[in-house]
């Protein structure tokens, strides 16, 4: 039933910024969820970056933490990731996730950030 959709993501140099937008459908955006994004690098596994919480409340693992800044539009159904300072250990492919209601799980595509001089 739901379905998220990302964008944003691209080749930026050392430094730059980037911002990651994750569009909801299918759901009701403003319902009680979690919206979360991962990334996973080359060769490693999947790790947790950032949440925000349908009442705005977000965390961020410690490595982003004063360089992204997760945000989300209830209106228009999208969260957001404004990525500052970029540094070459952030490339990664990037993953939109919701967290419904505690319980329901659903993912995005994933977007490719590449930060490279």
């Known amino acids: 039933q739901v379905q998220l959709v990302e964008s944003g993501g691209g080749l930026v140099q050392p430094g730059g910024s980037l911002r990651l937008s994750c569009a909801a459908s299918?759901?009701?955006?403003?319902?009680?969820?979690?919206m979360s994004w991962y990334r996973q690098a080359p060769g490693k596994q999947r790790s947790w970056v950032a949440h925000i919480t349908n009442d705005g409340r977000s965390n961020y693992e410690h490595s982003v933490r004063g360089r992204f800044t997760i945000s989300r539009d209830n209106a228009k159904n999208t969260v957001y990731l404004q990525m500052n300072m970029l540094k070459p250990e952030d490339t990664a492919v990037y993953y939109c996730?919701?967290?419904?209601?505690?319980?329901?799980?659903?993912w995005g595509q994933g977007t490719q950030v590449t930060v490279s001089s």
């Open positions: 299918g759901s009701a955006f403003s319902d009680i969820n979690t």
């Open positions: 996730q919701m967290v419904l209601r505690g319980v329901h799980q659903y």
